[in-house]
């Protein structure tokens, strides 16, 4: 037991300057159509870590928030809060997403900061007394899968009918969302190269890209 | 996880802090404690900006106890909403400093030995304000009791056995108000809380 | 019929002037050979190789040009041979050949296979008759297995081809299994709302003022912190602190979908 402790800060910023904190996340994006998906699912089995197993599903509950942090053109603060519906006794997830880098060609996937944190479900009401307004939320449904230090999902995105009613949803497209992703800390850009690679084995039946969601609103 | 007591020590003229962390350091190993290290809870408090509207306070606080933890508490005038998450939370609130501000000659801490006896957990700890002494806060866990109703005549005796008529016969008014509920975490962070609070109000040590 | 015949004349001109061009710049460097071979130095001697190649390379193109006409398809068929001197000929010929006898028109005009090769014609047509009739049977047999390997070969090359191929079209014609309309679609929901929002303005509005109390479903009403505390450090409690290392993963694992 060390007779000198140290503030939670202190360790903390330890952990920042040795960089271990998983603080960016690389992502692909793509979809699959509904007829195709199973195709997909079996391709996924064959290709990642838990074969042995039925692909684990999701059900969870996604609300987004924002916060100005200053006159525009300063970037509202955007949180993310994400719940399982299907394991109500895990932690909430609050989750702050920077801006995406897309970067040029010859960097495989868009880059963007993340922090993850879990959080008690108190985290909504938390987040609307601090001064924060929900823009939208969605449900989403679906598969995971691992490969490494890879994430796969393919999920479908539901839309909710009736506010705060989570079983009241319809679909808003005839094709699954594919993401693949890492989370992983600052300057591991190899997982990228690897991330292509085996978005490369899933075409064609999915085109996983680099897609900049802010230009596709004009 | 058992429930917890806070208790001011008042201060006596003849005594420095260190003093009386020494005093009563003797008092429990004399009663047959042993020493298992340190303990640190600490708060930072940080303020909304005018422009955020109707003040808002977020008060910020680690306890070594629960390491993998962060517990906030925030103020809005209407309503106190607590929040536990991990560690990164903190990193997210160095994400709003323009809009809540840290008042970093509030941030609090109290700090020192942690000892065991059977079934307590004794923690006699110093509190700092900006490295200004402010007095001392007496920890008390009973472990194998989750309710304070249950346990509260059995911690009052403990509490007087050590820290003699410092300690008052009524449960304190934060145990009071939950006496047959389940102890959690948050509830001994609400504690510290309040006593900071108070300190925070004194200009002088107590 | 009659530009045809241009054609032809205008060819053969083309083509004589390039003989005769290069029949002037063998000449040359045969006279350079008799005559200056002593102050001949290996450039030059060179330099007249190349301009033989120069001729020689224009002479093929003229003969390869599409408008050239075949000269394969004409015969030269000599009407009259004569043992006699032919004075004429001698000047054309340069002094080369003095008569258009039966003897020289062969070999001149190639009425007959090269020397060589009629020799080794001859040599195998001997061989051919010297053969036994078992033998050619036998040969003949072999041809015809040969023949049939062949065959069955290139029937599998080419079964093997057209499945191939068929393979590629129907992958080609294959369904389509992704759509980019839809991804983006897609991405754009979950990134910015759209197509959530639409609806939702007094949804927004409702859930910011009175607060959420769906959210804070199985709890006791005033108590806001009673039921979800302590889930975060359960693993830790009553621990000593650990290193910083150990807390940040326990915590990025909570949730198995850290997205």
Request: charged share 20%; net charge neutral; proline share 6%.
């Amino acid at each position: 037991m060390a007779s000198q402790i140290s503030t939670a800060m202190d360790s903390l910023n330890a952990a920042v300057k040795s960089n271990i904190i998983p603080n960016q996340e690389y992502l692909l994006q793509g979809s699959v159509m509904d007829s195709a998906v199973e195709v997909l699912l079996q391709r996924l089995r064959g290709l990642c870590d838990n074969v042995d197993s039925r692909p684990e599903t999701f059900r969870d509950h996604e609300m987004c928030f924002s916060i100005r942090r200053g006159p525009p053109p300063e970037q509202p603060l955007s949180l993310r809060v994400r719940r399982a519906l299907d394991h109500q006794d895990m932690p909430w997830q609050l989750r702050y997403i920077g801006q995406p880098e897309l970067g040029d060609k010859s960097r495989p996937t868009i880059v963007r900061s993340s922090i993850d944190i879990a959080t008690s479900s108190t985290v909504v009401e938390f987040l609307t007394e601090l001064g924060c307004r929900i823009d939208f939320e969605y449900i989403v449904q679906g598969y995971m899968f691992r490969k490494g230090r890879m994430k796969v999902t393919v999920a479908k995105i539901f839309k909710m009918v009736q506010v705060k009613i989570p079983d009241n949803v319809e679909p808003i497209s005839q094709s699954y969302l594919v993401e693949l992703s890492v989370l992983a800390p600052r300057g591991q850009d190899a997982i990228a190269e690897d991330m292509r690679i085996f978005a490369e084995q899933l075409r064609p039946l999915v085109q996983l890209e680099k897609i900049d969601y802010k230009r596709l609103s004009h | 996880m058992g429930v917890t007591v806070l208790q001011q020590f008042p201060m006596s003229e003849n005594r420095t802090g260190p003093q009386t962390i020494e005093f009563l350091t003797k008092r429990v190993v004399a009663l047959g404690a042993v020493q298992t290290g340190q303990f640190l809870v600490d708060c930072e408090t940080y303020q909304s900006v005018p422009q955020l509207g109707s003040p808002k306070t977020v008060h910020v606080l680690h306890n070594s106890e629960q390491p993998a933890s962060v517990f906030a508490v925030l103020e809005s005038g209407t309503k106190v909403v607590p929040l536990i998450a991990d560690g990164l939370f903190d990193l997210l609130m160095l994400k709003m400093t323009s809009i809540y501000t840290s008042k970093k000659q509030t941030k609090v801490e109290a700090k020192g030995p942690r000892f065991e006896i059977g079934d307590f957990c004794v923690k006699l700890g110093s509190v700092t304000m900006s490295q200004n002494f402010k007095g001392v806060l007496v920890e008390v866990e009973y472990r194998p009791c989750v309710i304070p109703g249950s346990s509260w005549e059995l911690m009052r005796e403990f509490l007087q056995g050590f820290l003699g008529s410092a300690v008052p016969n009524q449960a304190p008014q934060y145990l009071q108000n939950r006496m047959n509920e389940i102890y959690q975490p948050m509830d001994t962070i609400q504690q510290y809380l309040e006593h900071f609070g108070q300190y925070r109000k004194s200009t002088s040590v107590i | 019929m009659q530009r045809e015949e241009k054609q032809l004349d205008s060819a053969l001109e083309a083509i004589i002037l390039r003989v005769s061009d290069l029949k002037s710049a063998i000449a040359g460097m045969l006279y350079k050979l008799e005559h200056e071979y002593e102050t001949l130095n290996w450039p030059n001697f060179l330099d007249n190789f190349a301009i033989i190649s120069g001729h020689l390379t224009s002479l093929s193109k003229i003969l390869g040009h599409d408008k050239a006409p075949n000269m394969r398809n004409f015969t030269i068929l000599p009407l009259l041979l004569s043992p006699e001197k032919d004075e004429d000929l001698l000047r054309m010929t340069e002094g080369r050949i003095s008569t258009f006898a039966h003897d020289l028109v062969p070999d001149y005009l190639r009425t007959k296979p090269e020397p060589m090769a009629e020799q080794k014609m001859n040599h195998l047509e001997l061989k051919a008759s010297n053969l036994t009739f078992e033998a050619s049977q036998d040969s003949n047999k072999q041809v015809a297995q040969y023949n049939k390997v062949v065959s069955h070969v290139w029937d599998i090359a080419y079964k093997a081809r057209e499945e191939w191929e068929g393979e590629a079209g129907a992958r080609a014609a294959q369904v389509q299994t992704s759509s980019s309309a839809d991804t983006h679609t897609l991405v754009a929901a979950i990134g910015m709302g759209k197509g959530l929002k639409s609806d939702s303005g007094p949804m927004a509005q409702s859930r910011v003022s009175p607060g959420p109390p769906g959210i804070m479903a199985g709890r006791s009403g005033g108590q806001a912190q009673a039921a979800g505390q302590g889930q975060i450090g359960v693993g830790q409690m009553g621990k000593a602190p650990s290193a910083i290392k150990t807390n940040i993963k326990a915590a990025s694992q909570i949730h198995p979908y850290g997205r």
